[in-house]
């Protein structure tokens, strides 16, 4: 009787460790987020190479923007803020991925229907007196380069308190915008679609040939929209594209923007120079603010997480 029994139970035992096993390799067929994704590395464009997103790419282009790194340029800052230029530093962060477009979000996994977009993180750090300011824009722009950037958002901090401001292109541009500013407060309002500044620092990297020129409608940026407290909206614009630069003129803001790039492929972002009035009331006065590059390196960064990896921000000659 204990012989049978002690068989019963071994039978049992190997019956829930052979359900135990085909339990972990059924679990393993699940989809799991690509780690070739998330580095940004060539298996995504080639993937996706017959679609209308990729296809017109060149391989040059593929050969610098999918290399699984991001690119990562650091700038001298002189921003106007309260009627004087503050001393700070700017960094621009230009790296591909995959991105939901339903959802705007990026994709965690590889699918037909995502959309390749060159991202743009635009960071500036300056100080007015005692306190600090920190701004923050995103830019999600379809490397098919043929239509708006599907996505925008814009974090401003300082003691005060901050600002936080999102675009979602959909069938309008639903803008939502939160502050801490009376005036300003919680709004979610839509705009017709229109020529975003901030998409236009993506465009360049990819053929600044494709920038828009002439007389436009433009919704400015949103740090600009922000600092200024400007109505976020189209205004009435000029653009002229030179031999390494884009301008951009304002009259009803009385803001000029010029942006200097390396003509030559990638195209990369030599400075800028943002002109308007800063100051209160009539005291307000015209001041330009400059970036001038310090460094550009290419860097897979999102792994560089780690003390020893602080080499890296002096390289970038970032304090």
């Not at 071994?10 to 998330?38: G, H, M, N, R, W």
């Amino acid at each position: 009787m204990i012989q049978s029994l002690k068989k019963i139970i071994k039978v049992e035992i190997a019956f829930y460790v052979i359900v135990a096993i085909l339990s972990i390799l059924t679990s393993c067929k699940k989809d799991k987020p690509s780690k070739d994704l998330a580095l940004n590395t060539t298996t995504n464009i080639l993937l996706n190479n017959n679609s209308e997103e990729t296809k017109q790419l060149s391989q040059e282009f593929k050969n610098y923007w999918y290399a699984s790194e991001a690119e990562i340029s650091s700038y001298k800052l002189e921003q106007a803020r309260y009627g004087e230029i503050r001393n700070g530093q700017a960094v621009l962060i230009y790296v591909t991925e995959d991105f939901l477009p339903d959802v705007q979000v990026k994709a965690d996994r590889q699918n037909a229907n995502n959309v390749p977009v060159l991202k743009l993180n635009a960071t500036k750090n300056f100080n007015t007196g005692i306190y600090p300011y920190s701004i923050m824009q995103s830019t999600f722009y379809p490397v098919s380069n043929n239509k708006h950037a599907i996505k925008i958002s814009s974090s401003m901090q300082e003691w005060c308190g901050h600002v936080y401001s999102q675009l979602n292109n959909k069938k309008q541009f639903e803008v939502m915008s939160h502050s801490y500013f009376e005036g300003e407060a919680d709004k979610s309002f839509n705009l017709d679609k229109a020529i975003l500044e901030n998409e236009l620092w993506t465009q360049l990297r990819i053929d600044p040939k494709s920038l828009p020129t002439g007389d436009l409608e433009i919704i400015p940026s949103f740090e600009y929209s922000r600092l200024r407290h400007v109505p976020i909206k189209a205004y009435k614009a000029t653009a002229i594209l030179g031999d390494g630069t884009y301008t951009l003129s304002y009259p009803d803001l009385n803001r000029t923007l010029i942006i200097n790039f390396n003509p030559d492929f990638p195209f990369g972002i030599q400075g800028w120079e943002e002109t308007f009035k800063s100051g209160f009331g009539s005291k307000a006065k015209a001041l330009t603010t400059k970036a001038t590059k310090l460094k550009t390196i290419k860097s897979a960064y999102w792994g560089k997480n780690h003390n020893k990896d602080e080499i890296l921000r002096k390289e970038l000659q970032l304090k």
